[in-house]
């Protein structure tokens, strides 16, 4: 939450926020390494499940922060703020372990010292404060036409870390043509946390703590010689004979209850964030304004880290000295200007061309792609698109649900099933690109994120694990996510009178998603190709045609489109290929307002089975890793929701949401129920 003030003119501004967060920590520790990373002081946070280790922790996070923004003369700004923020709970990195070598305080007199080296999960504090202030001032150079940004930032904290941040830019217009160049330069200095150490001695004997099945305290040293503790000494619990003293059963199994931390200090880190070092960075940034609100930029950057760059260094330990250089480029788009800025030549604000422009068919409800054009040559469009697909509930099998020892028999050809899914989540993130070069032809970019989670149990009746397999998918599930496939489209209008409308779109879709996404490695047993569904594209070039017609009459409007999807080659880089697809789909719309519009869809969607197979190995544990069980008919009944802001600084944007519910399944083979889909969309027009 938060807020601004404005006073004195508007020269003057105080800004203030507050924030609180919630963190649940669920780790899961590496399976090869666990024999070997002492893990006791987090024993009573260590989850075991499906032969995996969780670490789990929760942690809070308050921040607030207080700011004044003071324009001191017509060229001249400061902006100062302060922040203060208060960590409490796990604030550990579970991944981080730290190396403490424990010598034997008997050997150090001797030629040849001896001892034993171990990993322990690092051990911070449980609490942090942190107190930031930084301040900006900004000055307009009149000789240069150009800006100059300096800033500096002071962050201290209760853990010793204090940091020092220096930057500065040249924001540089270039001519009257809309370029803009800005150099940058940027400096970072940090101090090491009271608690950090690359590796830590101890001078004692290691050992741990335990209780024998009598209750007494007892200790197992590095040499797996049990004895007893009695305030400051350690007596054997074997005579010179090996004979158990005091009734102790030498082979008894002590449970472990704690790490005898001994003269290990209370928290130690040897995460390279926590070391000391200075940091200097370095680059240029290219702008060209395109008008109508868009603007191209492209980047580069370079990044230096040694310890040795550290204010105030004598040198440290320069292990974890690195550097890197990143290029960047980007589209931007700024709404107000497109619809505050009167158009040259039209006698009309481009706020009354958005609307007007906007007011000659309705748009399809949210789950239609492809279903409308820009209207006007020169006319451009940038939106947002968002899809959640869920499945869950019941397995099934055609239109009938299974059991799990059908399953068992018949879901994996050959084999025999060992584990279903629970529940598999889509979503999907895409970014509309829409450009009228006439106005019968427009182009489409739209580049897609993917990302998917799904979670199994373990079929009853299953058989046990094949030897060499270790299963652990019941520890968290499996996730994917990243760049999936690219489409692009032209959309050519074929019929443009009152109340009717048709297009048709001639697409492609480009193989940029991965199709060789591999099971997370847990285990150096692990590995193989994750499920089919679970990759993040088709891995082909595929055909993505479809026709649409639209009608609209008073406050009613309608459309009906089909669609398809043509894989255009044999098969991918892992050996398959994606089932053809179609779809018909029919809607009808009616305007609540003048703004706001209601719709209902109905569906029907044909998808074919996979074809061919992986050509890379797969663990093969459940129907999702066999082709034969992907795609079928679909029927499903739609209901959403359309927006448009009609006027005023931001008309031309535009929102959509519509909820897919399935009617009617008829799965190929044995696959996980479907529950829906939501799609949510926003678009802006000029």
């Not at 900006?136 to 204090?162: C, E, P, T």
């Not at 499996?478 to 443009?496: C, M, N, P, Q, R």
Request: net charge neutral.
């Amino acid at each position: 939450m938060g807020g601004r003030l404005d006073f004195n003119q508007k020269l003057t501004s105080v800004k203030w926020g507050g924030g609180y967060t919630s963190s649940k920590i669920g780790a899961i520790l590496d399976h090869d390494s666990s024999p070997y990373i002492t893990k006791t002081a987090y024993e009573s946070q260590i989850v075991r499940r499906s032969g995996s280790e969780i670490l789990r922790g929760d942690r809070q996070d308050w921040v607030t922060n207080l700011g004044l923004t003071q324009v001191l003369n017509k060229n001249a700004l400061i902006d100062a703020n302060i922040g203060y923020t208060h960590s409490s709970g796990f604030l550990e990195n579970p991944y981080k372990a730290t190396s403490i070598i424990f010598i034997d305080p008997a050997s150090l007199n001797n030629s040849s010292i001896t001892g034993d080296v171990r990993a322990l999960i690092e051990q911070r504090p449980d609490i942090r404060n942190q107190v930031a202030l930084n301040a900006k001032y900004i000055q307009y150079i009149n000789w240069f036409n150009a800006a100059m940004h300096l800033g500096y930032r002071l962050s201290v904290d209760d853990w010793g870390v204090n940091t020092h941040t220096f930057d500065a830019s040249w924001v540089q217009p270039i001519g009257s043509s809309g370029w803009t160049l800005t150099p940058r330069i940027r400096y970072y200095s940090q101090d090491a946390a009271s608690f950090y150490r690359p590796y830590l001695f101890s001078q004692q004997t290691y050992s741990r703590q335990a209780v024998d099945s009598l209750g007494r305290k007892i200790w197992i040293d590095q040499n797996n010689i049990t004895k007893q503790y009695f305030g400051e000494t350690q007596f054997d619990l074997v005579d010179q004979n090996g004979t158990p003293v005091d009734g102790f059963q030498v082979n008894a199994q002590p449970k472990i209850t704690s790490f005898d931390a001994g003269k290990l200090p209370d928290h130690f880190s040897s995460d390279h964030r926590l070391a000391g070092f200075g940091a200097l960075s370095g680059g240029v940034v290219l702008n060209k304004m395109l008008g109508k609100g868009v603007a191209l930029e492209a980047g580069f950057e370079y990044y230096t880290r040694a310890s040795s760059m550290q204010v105030g260094s004598g040198g440290n330990n320069s292990f974890a000295d690195f550097d890197y250089y990143v290029a960047n480029a980007a589209i931007k788009f700024d709404i107000e200007p497109a619809t505050s800025l009167p158009m040259v030549g039209s006698g009309r604000s481009s706020t009354s061309h958005a609307h007007a422009s906007q007011h000659h068919h309705a748009m399809p409800p949210a789950g239609v792609m492809f279903g409308h054009m820009l209207d006007k040559s020169g006319d451009f469009m940038a939106g947002y698109r968002f899809m959640y697909n869920w499945t869950g509930g019941n397995m099934m099998h055609g239109t009938h649900k299974v059991n799990d020892q059908t399953i068992v028999d018949q879901g994996c050809s050959s084999d025999s099933c060992r584990f279903v899914p629970t529940f598999m989540d889509m979503r999907m993130h895409m970014v509309d690109l829409m450009y009228a070069p006439t106005h019968w032809l427009n182009v489409m970019l739209m580049p897609t994120f993917m990302d998917m989670d799904m979670n199994l149990r373990r079929l009853d009746g299953a058989p046990p694990p094949k030897p060499g397999v270790h299963e652990h998918t019941g520890a968290a599930g499996h996730e994917t996510g990243a760049v999936g496939d690219t489409y692009f489209s032209s959309l050519i209008k074929l019929l443009d009178i009152p109340g009717h409308h048709v297009h048709v779109n001639l697409g492609f879709s480009a193989p940029t998603g991965k199709v060789d996404i591999e099971l997370r490695r847990m285990a150096k047993i692990d590995g193989g190709l994750i499920h089919f569904g679970m990759q993040l594209g088709s891995g082909t070039w595929d055909f993505t045609p479809s026709l649409t017609y639209t009608g609209d009459h008073n406050r009613w409007s309608w459309g009906t489109q089909f669609s398809g999807i043509k894989r255009l080659e044999a098969q991918n880089k892992s050996g398959y290929r994606l089932g053809d697809q179609f779809q018909a789909t029919t809607w009808g719309g009616y305007d609540l307002t003048h703004w706001l519009t209601v719709t209902a869809r109905g569906a029907y969607t044909w998808q074919d089975v996979i074809h061919r197979d992986f050509n890379q190995f797969n663990h093969r544990i459940g129907p999702m890793d066999f082709p034969s069980n992907y795609g079928g008919q679909f029927f499903d009944l739609g209901f959403g929701v359309n927006a448009r802001i009609p006027g005023g600084r931001f008309a031309g944007n535009r929102f959509g949401v519509e909820w897919l519910q399935p009617v009617r399944n008829d799965f190929n083979g044995f696959q996980l129920d479907r529950q829906g889909m939501l799609s949510a969309t926003w678009s802006y027009q000029f």
